[in-house]
């Protein structure tokens, strides 16, 4: 079993570094993950050794920087099991959605077709839909949930039909950590022609995750989420799907050439989505994060991070004033709240001992209206994180309560 202790060590972050003048626990790696010192050092290599731009210069430099930025692409490509030519560079999986709903289904979406959908989504999984189905005439219709708030093949099967062009889901959930059935519902939507975006947001950095296995046609995900910088991310895109949508960005490195009455070629995928200078730097970054995960080995992460899950689980469920959602995810996500505390307030109390857990909606207001609350508290964790970690959060959700929430205030 992996020893978080040994790996906390390459973290800045994590090293005696306090919150409210105590040790800081942190417990929000579903907004952000710490950096370890590898990625760090890969951003600075940028700034001290290579400073150039990428696939722009005919000197050393440049070239030294083109394959820097390069082998991070096939670094991230190795890491989903893809190949480097269906690596799109974008600014996270935000960017990464918007560029596949407006690229390729402001293209290719007609009047009368469906995009499927949950009410689980992220805003940037459900968002450019919405507004590309205003602008195309199509619809965006949602698959029905169960009681626990997850997504299940039966439930899928029962509104897909040949309408439905495009699937359009989380891998996991960001609120509830719920895994959905990719593999089977990629199967089902491409026997009826539609295809699969995947929101890989909270699995790539969790577990291992194989697009080619998972059959998937888009998957977007983020640096930051697993331990690179911000400002970068990532769409895998079947090559022959990439090749035939538009981009929505245009202008220096994405065509090969143009004239002045206006006919563009653009470069062949992934060069024609990456017009102007990318964040080599976070590129970079990105690269040595994916070189990182994959010599600790993703196996070991998702075992680590299930125990680990399970431990909290386990130790909250037996608290009488905390309210779980989700004592069954399969991710390492728990969201909860406190008894007749207002989330805000939980999360203030929690801080003001140290302990970084995110409260509010989490981007995903409609599943928020789904389970009736107006906010949730999110305590995500990360392959760093310890029982002794854990157990001080427990602790201390143990004594939350409407006075101990408002004490923190005076």
Not at 51 to 67: E, I, W
Not at 193 to 213: L, Y
């Amino acid at each position: 079993m992996l020893d978080p202790n040994f790996y906390r060590k390459d973290f800045p972050m994590l090293q005696h570094h306090q919150m409210q003048g105590q040790e800081l626990i942190y417990f929000d790696n579903g907004a952000t993950t710490f950096k370890p010192q590898p990625v760090i050092d890969e951003v600075m290599r940028y700034y001290t050794e290579v400073t150039s731009n990428a696939h722009r210069g005919d000197y050393d430099l440049s070239y030294q920087v083109d394959t820097a930025f390069e082998n991070a692409r096939a670094s991230i490509a190795k890491l989903i099991h893809a190949d480097p030519s269906e690596i799109v560079y974008t600014s996270g999986a935000s960017g990464a959605l918007n560029l596949v709903a407006y690229g390729f289904g402001r293209k290719f979406l007609q009047e009368g077709d469906i995009v499927l959908s949950t009410e689980a989504e992220h805003a940037s999984c459900i968002l450019p839909w919405m507004k590309t189905c205003e602008e195309t005439g199509a619809e965006l219709d949602y698959i029905p949930l169960d009681e626990e708030g997850r997504l299940t093949l039966d439930s899928f099967t029962e509104v897909m039909n040949e309408r439905v062009k495009i699937v359009a889901i989380a891998q996991v959930t960001n609120v509830l950590g719920y895994q959905a059935p990719v593999k089977e519902i990629c199967e089902i939507a491409h026997q009826m022609g539609a295809i699969v975006v995947i929101d890989g947001a909270q699995s790539v950095p969790h577990f291992s995750v194989d697009v080619k296995a998972l059959g998937c046609d888009f998957l977007a995900f983020s640096a930051h989420k697993m331990l690179g910088p911000s400002g970068v991310g990532a769409l895998y895109g079947r090559y022959e799907l990439l090749d035939a949508m538009d981009t929505f960005l245009l202008g220096g490195g994405s065509n090969a050439r143009f004239d002045m009455c206006g006919n563009i070629l653009l470069k062949n995928p992934p060069y024609k989505f990456e017009a102007g200078t990318p964040a080599i730097e976070a590129s970079m970054g990105f690269g040595a994060a994916c070189e990182y995960l994959m010599k600790i080995g993703m196996d070991n992460v998702h075992a680590y991070e299930q125990e680990l899950h399970r431990y909290m689980i386990d130790r909250l469920s037996k608290l009488d004033n905390i309210i779980l959602y989700n004592e069954h995810a399969d991710a390492a996500i728990v969201t909860f709240n406190v008894a007749d505390v207002f989330a805000q307030d939980a999360a203030t109390y929690f801080n003001a001992h140290g302990i970084a857990v995110r409260s509010g909606q989490h981007c995903a207001k409609l599943l928020i209206d789904k389970l009736q609350t107006g906010a949730t508290i999110r305590a995500s964790l990360y392959f760093y994180n310890t029982k002794e970690e854990v157990d001080r959060f427990v602790e201390l959700a143990a004594k939350a309560n409407p006075e101990s929430c408002l004490d923190v205030f005076f």
